[in-house]
């Protein structure tokens, strides 16, 4: 399945007020616009990006986004939301299968958010995350500054949409054309609505908050202020005929580490510092090698599974830096692979990943080649 992602920055955020565009504000060194469009770019599924920026913006368009890992598209908004998605759909190509299209608003979104859109947009044709509205829900009469209650509106079919939405290239095309003719739509799934479509309502998360109040800005910032950091080490011994994985990338080796797993020592020292800096314990209380389920279990899957439990303590990765010993073969045709595949699994762009291989000068067992070994710090931010 072909997913396109379309980041919708076309407004101004007047309600922020100031001369900045809201989604050019910083937020812990880095524009609200990166961020939004860096959640989209490393979801693993998604192939391709389409960001729609204010007119006057679109010479400075690539320079705001920067660097991507997949293909991105800067195109300029109109003056309706549906008039910027529109801008944005006709940018995707026509290969795509499913469209998501996400706020510049919504930097924090979770990527398990991601997951359950792409998958309910491909079965049911279009699919919003939502919560549950939780506060009581009164509806007013207002006449200047007095408000009064009128009723209180039973809140158990009330959900708040988030982004990103989803849809099948089909449906969205429709919603796209019939939004030419359509009042102002706050959001997409609206008219596929209108329409007599399907939306489908997946969980989403209260993490995934949108910008929109200078308040909000202020409360992302000391929210991104929250950090804890965390290490890990991991050592195998090697042997011959065994394969060589790094962050799931097979290196050409003769020799490969013996081990109750991949023996894959990246995933295994980066496990250990995202649960060390999240207070999750360590990877041999997590997956123990007691344990049969683990053995030769991947370690981008050991990886990947100890992030899900560091994100439902509300953290995520802002950057990792590992380096790996080992005296042969030489690591840099393929360092390039192990960033981008440690990138997808910790949710963060490639440049948030720095991959060292360094030998052990042929000083003890690292050095004779007997073992490989690896060090990994990271840094871990409130998811929200
Ligand atoms: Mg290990």
Redesign the pocket.
């Known amino acids: 399945m072909y997913v396109a992602a379309i980041v919708v920055a076309g407004g101004r955020g007047a309600r922020v007020g100031g001369a900045v565009p809201k989604q050019l504000l910083k937020i812990g060194g880095e524009s609200i616009l990166r961020r939004s469009v860096r959640a989209c770019d490393a979801h693993p599924q998604v192939s391709e990006l389409v960001v729609v920026v204010p007119e006057d913006l679109l010479a400075t368009g690539a320079a705001l986004v920067g660097d991507t890992r997949v293909p991105c598209r800067v195109v300029a908004g109109g003056a309706r939301r549906q008039d910027s998605v529109r801008a944005g759909f006709e940018a995707v190509s026509a290969q795509a299968d499913v469209v998501l299209v996400h706020d510049a608003a919504r930097p924090f979104v979770p990527r398990e958010v991601v997951d359950r859109v792409i998958a309910a947009a491909a079965s049911a044709g279009a699919a919003v995350p939502a919560i549950p509205v939780a506060d009581t829900v009164k509806r007013a009469a207002v006449s200047g500054d007095a408000r009064v209650v009128l009723k209180t509106v039973p809140r158990d079919e009330l959900w708040l949409a988030q982004t990103p939405q989803g849809f099948r290239r089909d449906v969205l095309a429709r919603a796209v054309a019939d939004g030419q003719s359509a009042a102002e739509a706050t959001d997409e799934a609206r008219l596929v609505e209108l329409a007599g479509g399907t939306v489908a309502i997946v969980d989403g998360d209260r993490r995934n908050v949108k910008i929109t109040t200078s308040d909000d800005v202020t409360e992302a910032r000391q929210r991104m202020t929250s950090m804890r950091a965390g290490t890990g080490y ?3 011994q090697l042997v011959s005929g065994r394969p060589l994985v790094l962050a799931g990338v097979e290196v050409p080796s003769p020799r490969g580490p013996l ?1 109750h ?1 991949d ?3 990246v995933c ?1 020292a980066l496990t250990d510092a995202v649960l060390g800096a999240s207070g999750a314990g360590d ?1 041999g209380q997590m997956f123990p090698n007691t344990d049969p389920q683990w053995k030769n279990a991947p370690g981008l899957d050991l990886l990947a599974r100890a992030l899900s439990a560091v994100h439902a303590r509300g953290w995520v990765v802002v950057n990792a830096d590992v380096t790996v010993i080992l005296e042969t073969p030489k690591l840099a045709p393929h360092l390039t692979r192990i960033r981008e595949a440690l990138a997808a699994v910790l949710g963060v762009g490639v440049d948030a990943v720095t991959v060292k291989g360094k030998t052990n000068e042929g000083v003890d067992a690292v050095g004779r080649g007997e073992a490989i070994a690896s060090h990994a710090v990271v840094l871990l931010g409130a998811g929200a």
Do not use: N
């Open positions: 991991d050592l195998h081990g797993s023996g894959d020592v295994h990877i």
